[in-house]
C-alpha cells in the first residue's frame, strides 16, 4: 500500500467528518448570527468540500508522481539566503490553513453560494495541476535536511512525508489562502488579509516555498477568485 493511499481508519474519518464539522459550522453561525442556512445545506456542503479536497489532494499527489514530462526547475534567487529557517512556523502553515479551508463555511450564505466557492476552488487546483505538469518545480534540495531536534522539526518532517519535494511553483498555499481570505472577508473584513501575510511567511520560514513559488501563487488565488465569486 503506498503512503497516499487510503486505509479504512481514513476512509471511516472521511465519512463521519462532514457530519461532525456541520454540527460545529452550523452552531458556530448560530453563535456569531452568520447562520443563513438550514443544518442538511450545512451537512450537504461540508460533504461536497470533503470530497472535494480528498479528491483534489489525490490528483496533487499525482502530479508529484508524474511531473517528469518537462525539465525539472528550482526557482531559487538570491533574496530566499536571507530568509531563515524557523521551524516553528509549522503550525501556520498546517494548523491555521486547514482551519481556514473550514471556517469558509461560516462565509457562504446560500447553499448557490456554496457550490459557486466549491467549484472556484476546483478551478484553483485544476490550474494548479496543469502548472505543475507544465512546470516542474523543487526547492533547493538541502532544504529538507535539517536535524529533528525539536518537536517542530518534528513535525514539519512528518508534513514532508506526505509531501514531495516537487510542486512548489506556484505555492498551493499561498493561491488557496488569498481564495479563501476574499471568500472570507464579509465575515472578516481587511482581517482576513492577514491569513495571506501569514501562510505566506510560514511558506517562506519553513522553507516549504521560495520567494517567486509565492508572489506568483498569491496572485493565482485572487484571479480565481474574481473570476467566480466577485
Not at 76 to 90: A, E, G, H, R
Not at 131 to 137: A, E, N, S, T
Not at 195 to 200: E, G, K, N, P, R
Request: with cysteine; glycine share 6%.
Amino acid at each position: 500500500m503506498k503512503k497516499n493511499d487510503f486505509t479504512p481508519f481514513w476512509m471511516a474519518c472521511l465519512v463521519l467528518s462532514p457530519i461532525v464539522f456541520s454540527v460545529i459550522y452550523f452552531y458556530l453561525g448560530k453563535l456569531f448570527g452568520r447562520q443563513f442556512m438550514p443544518y442538511i445545506d450545512y451537512l450537504m456542503l461540508t460533504s461536497l468540500i470533503a470530497v472535494v479536497v480528498v479528491g483534489g489532494y489525490q490528483l496533487y499527489f499525482w502530479t508529484q508522481r508524474n511531473s517528469g514530462f518537462f525539465r525539472t526547475k528550482c526557482f531559487k534567487i538570491k533574496l530566499d539566503d536571507y530568509i531563515p529557517f524557523w521551524p516553528q512556523w509549522v503550525w501556520i502553515y498546517s494548523f491555521l490553513y486547514y482551519i481556514m479551508i473550514g471556517g469558509v463555511m461560516l462565509a457562504i450564505p446560500t447553499m448557490d453560494r456554496g457550490i459557486y466557492v466549491i467549484f472556484g476552488g476546483l478551478l484553483l487546483l485544476l490550474s494548479q495541476c496543469a502548472i505543475f505538469i507544465m512546470i516542474p518545480c523543487i526547492n533547493p534540495p538541502e532544504w529538507r535536511q535539517f536535524e529533528i531536534d525539536t518537536l517542530s522539526k518534528r513535525f514539519l518532517k512528518f508534513v514532508q512525508g506526505f509531501d514531495g519535494e516537487n510542486n512548489c511553483f506556484p505555492s498551493m498555499h499561498c493561491s488557496l489562502a488569498a481564495y479563501i481570505s476574499l471568500t472570507m472577508s464579509p465575515v472578516l473584513s481587511y482581517y482576513s488579509y492577514i491569513f495571506i501575510a501569514l501562510i505566506a511567511i510560514s511558506c517562506l520560514f519553513t522553507k516549504q516555498h521560495q520567494i517567486l513559488d509565492v508572489l506568483f501563487g498569491v496572485p493565482l488565488g485572487i484571479g480565481v477568485y474574481y473570476m467566480i465569486l466577485a
